[in-house]
């Protein structure tokens, strides 16, 4: 099976950085989008950013020009650096990556445990 490990959550003061990690381990063949989501408490789970194997990206107008993702393909690694954050942006964060475990297997979307952020003002 695949796994996806997380790291890198804490506690941090208001303007300060954290830089996520998230790692796919497993029988994989290829990885295509990765990504990060996040849940606050009360609220749906919402997408904070994602890369394609190409490296394009996409991010929440939230987050744009404070977060910056980024991959590593060579250790199918997914990386979210935080900058400048606010106490909204603290929420439980959540690796996704869509794999393909042989070529001529569907691809599926497989999910971290999260981790969570806490951001203090």
């Given at each position: 099976?695949?796994q ?7 506690l ?6 954290l830089?996520?990690?998230c ?33 394009s ?8 020009g404070r ?43 497989a ?6 952020v806490?951001?203090?003002?």
């Open positions: 099976q695949v996806l490990g997380e790291s890198g959550g804490g941090v003061q208001a303007g300060g950085s830089r996520l990690s790692a796919a381990s497993g029988v994989i063949f290829s990885i295509s989008t990765m990504g990060w989501y996040r849940q606050a408490p009360g609220k749906q789970r919402e997408l904070v950013a994602r890369i394609t194997n190409g490296g990206t996409n991010y929440a107008d939230s987050v744009k977060f910056t993702i980024s991959r590593d393909n060579a250790k199918n690694t997914v990386y979210l650096q935080m900058n400048s954050l606010k106490p909204e942006d603290t929420a439980v964060y959540y690796c996704n990556a869509f794999v393909y475990r042989s070529f001529s297997q569907n691809g599926y979307d999910w971290g445990q999260g981790t969570l806490t951001v203090s003002s």
